[in-house]
């Protein structure tokens, strides 16, 4: 009997270990990485074996140089922000049809899903001789109907509180945001240049500004993302000297803490999936630091990330970071982002290394990799 129980326990263990496996490996394989050429305008996709599975070239829908991308909550639509076509491409993930492209305005350069999925916000840098040009600007969401329609508009710097602050704004010319996990507020970064910096927290219900920071108070001209338990925003700002960041509490919208990001030009800024570290790259002097979710003390060094990287995006299963990086011929940011292996970086996330470059475009000196996102495939 004795050893007939040991059978049966060493097969059921059997059993769970490779519905264990099984399980994972499925797990692992369940997203695809959406990687932006700026430079040719071709979205390349992979799979979670780092194989290349598709491509979608926007040229032919006349948009130039995508940007930066964002996907609904349930990964079934693709929003890319393009500077040089000053639009939003919307793409069907599940059979990677584009269904629109919105015009928003020059130099489009971040598109985001709000919380729920009722709209995208929009920012909008603006033309370079028009100021103050820089705006938020809404697209509703009709799912039922996959429609996808402008919305509300928001001139920055014709907000009452920004125009309280006289001449301490340089420019009001919005860069990237972030919203608080109850989607009430967005932090919107200020720039591109960081003297041209600040933030403003603008409240989404009445689409106007309700906390504004000048780039004399806060030197951010970059990056923003949530602290997984949603009680913290970090923001980050740098220069060819600079690299900076900043926690502020989501329910006062004030300070909390302030670090330096060890390197120049604080760029991508992501948490990791399992809550547990934030990581955020340094174009500028190629390299990072991760960050402890929990008490924003750095806990480590990234040395190598490869050469001028950019953006950041997370395998769901928090095992693979995905950096991107310039190249030689950048489009956006030309004085400070020229970088040599256009595309990918793929980091282990425990060990903190570089264990693949990936180069869809390899040899073609006009690529110039920028936004990445995972889809999870459900």
């Known amino acids: 009997m004795t050893r007939m129980l040991r059978r049966l326990a060493a097969a059921a263990a059997s059993v769970f270990t490779a519905a264990f496996v099984f399980a994972q490996d499925g797990f692992a394989q369940n997203y695809e990485i959406w990687a932006l050429d700026q430079g040719t305008n071709i979205v390349h996709i992979y799979d979670a074996k780092l194989e290349p599975v598709a491509r979608i070239d926007l040229g032919p829908r006349g948009v130039r140089v995508p940007h930066m991308i964002h996907f609904t909550s349930d990964h079934a639509y693709a929003f890319i922000a393009s500077t040089a076509s000053g639009d939003v491409t919307v793409i069907r993930t599940s059979d990677r049809q584009v269904l629109d492209v919105i015009k928003t305005g020059p130099r489009t350069h971040m598109a985001v899903v709000k919380p729920g999925d009722s709209g995208v916000i929009v920012d909008v840098i603006g033309a370079p001789n028009v100021k103050p040009d820089g705006k938020l600007v809404e697209i509703l969401i009709d799912r039922a109907n996959e429609k996808f329609t402008v919305g509300r508009t928001l001139l920055i710097g014709e907000d009452p509180m920004v125009k309280a602050a006289g001449a301490k704004f340089v420019d009001t ?72 960041w900043y926690a502020l509490d989501t329910a006062t919208h004030n300070v909390v803490k302030e670090g330096s990001s060890r390197g120049h030009d604080a760029h991508g800024v992501w948490p990791t999936p399992n809550g547990r570290e934030i990581w955020m790259v340094n174009r500028g002097s190629s390299d990072g630091i991760v ?86 495939i459900r």
């Open 291 to 376: 960050i402890d979710a929990a008490t924003l003390e750095i806990v480590a060094d990234l040395k190598d990330v490869g050469k001028t990287p950019d953006i950041i995006a997370m395998s769901p299963d928090s095992r693979f970071a995905f950096v991107t990086l310039r190249g030689p011929k950048p489009k956006s940011m030309p004085h400070m982002a020229v970088g040599t292996t256009p595309g990918f970086a793929v980091m282990d996330i425990a060990s903190r290394r570089v264990v693949r470059v990936i180069e869809p475009a390899k040899g073609d000196e006009n690529s110039d990799f920028h936004g990445i996102g995972v889809r999870v």
């Open 173 to 244: 010319r919005p860069i990237c945001h972030a919203y608080t996990a109850d989607g009430r507020h967005a932090y919107v970064t200020l720039g591109p240049e960081l003297h041209e910096g600040g933030l403003v927290v603008v409240d989404m219900q009445r689409f106007a500004v309700v906390k504004a920071y000048t780039p004399d108070v806060l030197k951010v001209s970059c990056g923003t993302t949530l602290t997984p338990d949603s009680k913290r925003m970090i923001v980050n700002g740098g220069s060819h000297t600079v690299g900076v």
